[in-house]
């Protein structure tokens, strides 16, 4: 929506948003807590809100939707081959194309937890699916696995909703959810986390009897010793996102090792000329304030493509050095730039008293220091176009180093 | 400011917005001192968690002739804490007609707080 929108303020004449679910609005529908929009509303919404707000902006233009349409597959010569129930069938041609098809859960297999095959094992944000849109609980004793911030929201869910949550399980020796979240969603209700710990097997025959827990050691193998049965019915795996990449594929979009999602360029063009990525489906935000404004970059994108306005070379790289996991855009041309340049970025591990410095060959150009860099927070930095056109420099490094 | 001898200073995390502040309560004869804040709310935030402490509800009511069966509503402002399940009944118990729109009062004075329960979201019914 954030894209349609920008190429619409770029006088972009046609626009078309397809969607699969009958609404609007994506994942921010389920998310029906409050933390949104901070950034970009300057207050605090549900993300029901958010969404609604961002499509009252869309019922003022003359964007067009398609809701209830599966988009199946995407051509490598850009072709659009979508279905739904009204128009059966359908090739759709675009002179641009922006994807921001959000992200997937990681499931029970991805993480391989042995033991029976149960019902009531569950992504945390299906059953969050479950209970606010559809109005089922999945269950009423409750294990969850993970401890970022959607593991931490289900636990207040489903006791609000008067399931009783027997523990949270967090295998890292800290949570990655905010600490508004430990403090609002676990202390409040008194459930315990419980670090270091995790899931080694789930029992039960046709519906879940409980899971055995063990602590592991520095390398996350469980310690067997330790392994503690907890009855339960339901288990719900909050172990990641991985960026929802099958129509990109069927692009031939290249795609980022570490992402997992499309090496982009500065207004978030993919290697396929005329296709742009935003969102989720290029990296997993934790913001969606931040979601909305890379939207409207690769809008803006899309509308220089389609006004013959784009220059589609590139002029820098970026490398995400020591102690950097990924860098989003990977690749910069600064010809497409106003003022400024974004990166994002997230670190590798936890690092204390550190400093992440930004180079354009030997000289830093941005910096950030920090008491405390954690993996689950993401890391943005705002370079100058200036900095960058005054130094022939092409490569920008950025890397962790210690506070001397 | 004096400070009171043998009371120990409290901590916690100001939970008003996600930068979560590490705070640090001082009583002072009738006074609740605060560091660590770093805005207004966090003080605020800490003297009601040291006598009264708030939070606003977000939750689901069911919703007849909506697009889904379910509509997201919210407490307006935060309510005592000890409420919450109160509230969570009365939710249980109540169905909101579509179409509805964002702001719309699902409840008013929701469990003698004051404080009104609204939709969160805009639902204007089956479209087929
Ligand atoms: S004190 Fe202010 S800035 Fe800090 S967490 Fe509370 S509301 Fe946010």
Redesign the interface.
Known sequence: MAAALAAHQNHIKNILIIERD??LGGIL?QC????FG?HHFKK?L????YS?LI?QEIQKTNIEVMINTMVLKLGEDKTIHAINSDHGYMKINAKAIVLAMGCRERTRGAIRIHGSRPAGVYAAGTAQRL?????YLPGKRVVILGSGDIGLIMARRMT???AKVEAVLEILPYSNG???N???CLN?FAIPLILKTTITKIHGAERVEGVTIAQVDDQLSPITATEKFIPCDTVLLSVGLIPDNEISHSAGIAIDQRTNGPIVGELRQTSKDGIFACGNVLQVHD?VDFVSEEGALAGLGAAKYINNDFDSSFTHTTIADNGISYIVPQKINVKNITDKLKLFMRVKNIFENSIINVYLGDKIIASKKEHKFLPAEMISFDLKKQDLINNSEKQIIVKIEPII | MKQTKNITPTN????C??L?CSLTIIKSDNEWLVTGNKCLRGKKYAAEEMTAPK??????V?IAGG????I?V?TEQPIP?EK??TI?NILASVRAVAPIT?GDIVIKNVADTGVNVVA???DKGMPF
């Not at chain 1, 549900?46 to 809100?49: A, D, F, L, Q, W």
């Not at chain 1, 209970?131 to 109005?135: A, K, L, P």
């Not at chain 2, 939070?55 to 689901?60: E, F, I, K």
């Open positions: 009958l609404e529908n029906i807590h409050s933390g901070l605090e549900t993300g029901p809100e609604s499509i209970v606010n849109i559809d109005g609000l909703e008067g905010l600490t508004r430990i403090v609002q409040d913001l | 916690m995390v100001c939970i917005c996600p979560g939070r606003v509800v977000t939750s689901t069911k697009l889904y069966p379910m997201p919210k804490k919450i399940f969570m964002m969160t979201k805009t």
